[in-house]
């Protein structure tokens, strides 16, 4: 099978995929996952695919003619897919579907409504109360997905490579390019020795940002950072009490942070 997850970028990146991880989510979801979608994440359970669009016929509260898709999630316990009950609770989403893609503001999903097994993929967007049909399958879905050139042009992927310097994470921080932010904070994960605190101070700005979407990406980082044992205890307490009295992002509290 063709290999579509990007190199070196281990964000959302989930545990190696075990045979009883999927039998165990299957019987938790009560459904059939499709196949294809169980070999990709053999290959890398869950992260960021080498594509970031899939067509539509009508337009979106994201595009015209395209919705975004650059990650699939991946399956463990409590994370990935299995988060779908809690997200379907929080965001008032329909039933019977099963999220493996998006961030809040709109989902990709498995919709299993009328079949327990090969379903069709659907985008669901809670804010426009809008649900499109994308594709009739998962593999249909796979072949559809493509590169959209705008976000091409603003993105530089040797950025995932250069030496950053403090003054090149402030600036691209202070950017709403998320990718940037992300990048940015990334390298200072890689290379916390010595900027534990900056780090520290960084997530918890951008996590009170205006941009929902920075604060979305803060959220995560603030996991996996905090899951890798980077964060110290009071900074990620700190870091809790501001998602918690944010009602945009404080379903982020009680699924990542729940012992705080």
Do not use: C
């Not at 809040?104 to 498995?110: D, L």
């Not at 997530?203 to 995560?220: E, G, H, K, T, Y």
């Amino acid at each position: 099978m063709k290999n579509i997850w990007q190199e070196n970028n281990e964000f959302e990146e989930l545990p190696a995929l075990t045979d009883k991880m999927v039998k165990q989510a299957e019987k938790k979801l009560k459904v059939k996952l499709p196949e294809t979608y169980i070999q990709l994440l053999k290959q890398q359970n869950g992260g960021y695919i080498l594509f970031n669009a899939y067509p539509t016929t009508a337009p979106t509260s994201w595009a015209e003619d395209h919705v975004q898709v650059d990650h699939l999630l991946g399956i463990d316990q409590g994370q990935g897919i299995l988060q779908s009950e809690y997200l379907i609770k929080e965001w008032g989403l329909p039933n019977d579907i099963v999220l493996f893609s998006g961030d809040g503001h709109a989902w990709v999903a498995f919709d299993y409504r009328n079949t327990e097994e090969n379903p069709p993929i659907i985008y669901v967007d809670p804010d426009a109360e809008k649900v499109i049909e994308l594709a009739p399958d998962f593999d249909a879905f796979l072949d559809g997905l493509y590169v959209e050139d705008r976000e091409i042009e603003d993105t530089d992927f040797d950025d995932e490579m250069k030496e950053w310097t403090l003054e090149e994470i402030e600036e691209a921080i202070a950017s709403t390019n998320e990718y940037e932010v992300q990048l940015g904070l990334e390298y200072i994960h890689q290379h916390t020795k010595g900027n534990e605190q900056f780090l520290e101070q960084k997530l918890i700005q951008l996590l009170q940002s205006p941009s929902l979407d920075l604060r979305q990406v803060a959220a995560n980082l603030a996991y996996h950072f905090n899951e890798a044992g980077t964060l110290s205890t009071e900074a990620v307490k700190t870091m809790v009490a501001i998602i918690r009295k944010d009602e945009e992002i404080e379903y982020y509290a009680d699924m990542y942070f729940s012992s705080y």
